[in-house]
């Protein structure tokens, strides 16, 4: 298999209310609708205080470098719940500060084996008040967690499907305001390469336009 490059791929749907991870899982937004956000970061951190009323999903392949029995913990603002191959192994319904590991769910001891990949999702429900996550692990015997290496984490496998450009959701025709002038931003426009290759567009248009370096 090829995995692509290190990170985790981070996706958002806004307007739902409620601070449990059941209310963003059952809502018609997240069940029927694609992300409103998604974005690459390089791990299973963020801390912020920018928006309310939203859900996300953090998910990546992780690769341990080292065999051995592991415990995960996961903590957030508001409620969080961290899954494994699928299995959900640990949660919390409340809030907890970051990366405060007393106050975290916990996973029970789990084997891994180096070298073999595993997929690792991490999913928050912010409600209201700063947003933020973390996630950490330990081997078995270890006093501390700490956060899982960012060389361990990788955006996702590889295969004939995700080895395309993604791009991010937007519209295909953008009807430019009659009165706007040159210099108006009026359309934003994203994508993503999981094995890092350099994208380029072609945007056809019936008027002048400009296109600078964050897409828009």
């Given at each position: 298999?090829?995995?692509?490059?290190?990170?985790?791929?981070?996706?958002?749907?806004?307007?739902?209310?409620?601070?449990?991870?059941?209310d963003?899982?059952?809502?018609s937004?997240?069940?029927?609708?694609?992300?409103?956000?998604?974005?690459?970061?390089?791990?299973?951190?963020?801390?912020?205080?920018?928006?309310d009323n939203?859900g996300?999903?953090?998910?990546?392949v992780?690769?341990?470098?080292?065999?051995?029995?592991?415990?995960?913990a996961?903590?957030?603002d508001?409620?969080?719940?961290?899954n494994?191959?699928?299995e959900?192994?640990a949660?919390?319904k409340g809030?907890g500060?970051?990366?405060?590991?007393?106050?975290?769910?916990?996973?029970?001891p789990?084997s891994?084996?180096?070298g073999?990949?595993?997929?690792?999702?991490?999913?928050?429900?912010?409600?209201?008040?700063?947003?933020?996550?973390s996630?950490?692990?330990?081997?078995?015997?270890?006093?501390?967690?700490k956060?899982?290496?960012?060389?361990?984490?990788?955006?996702?496998?590889?295969?004939?499907?995700?080895i395309?450009?993604?791009?991010n959701?937007h519209?295909?025709?953008?009807?430019i305001?009659?009165?706007?002038?040159?210099?108006d931003?009026v359309?934003?426009?994203?994508?993503?390469d999981s094995?890092g290759?350099?994208?380029?567009?072609?945007?056809?248009?019936?008027?002048?336009?400009?296109?600078?370096?964050n897409?828009t």
């Amino acid at each position: 298999y090829l995995l692509s490059n290190n990170g985790v791929k981070e996706e958002r749907w806004n307007d739902i209310n409620g601070s449990l991870v059941s209310d963003f899982l059952n809502s018609s937004h997240y069940q029927n609708d694609a992300p409103d956000e998604i974005k690459i970061v390089k791990d299973f951190n963020m801390n912020e205080d920018i928006v309310d009323n939203f859900g996300q999903i953090m998910s990546a392949v992780l690769k341990p470098s080292i065999s051995g029995k592991y415990i995960f913990a996961i903590v957030g603002d508001d409620g969080t719940q961290l899954n494994l191959n699928g299995e959900k192994i640990a949660y919390k319904k409340g809030w907890g500060s970051y990366q405060k590991w007393d106050s975290a769910g916990v996973s029970s001891p789990i084997s891994l084996n180096a070298g073999e990949i595993y997929s690792i999702d991490a999913i928050l429900k912010e409600h209201g008040g700063a947003e933020q996550v973390s996630v950490g692990w330990k081997m078995v015997g270890e006093d501390t967690f700490k956060p899982i290496p960012e060389s361990e984490l990788f955006i996702e496998k590889l295969d004939s499907q995700n080895i395309k450009p993604q791009f991010n959701p937007h519209s295909t025709l953008f009807e430019i305001p009659s009165a706007s002038a040159m210099g108006d931003k009026v359309a934003t426009v994203g994508a993503f390469d999981s094995q890092g290759d350099t994208l380029s567009y072609k945007i056809i248009g019936s008027v002048p336009f400009g296109i600078d370096n964050n897409g828009t």
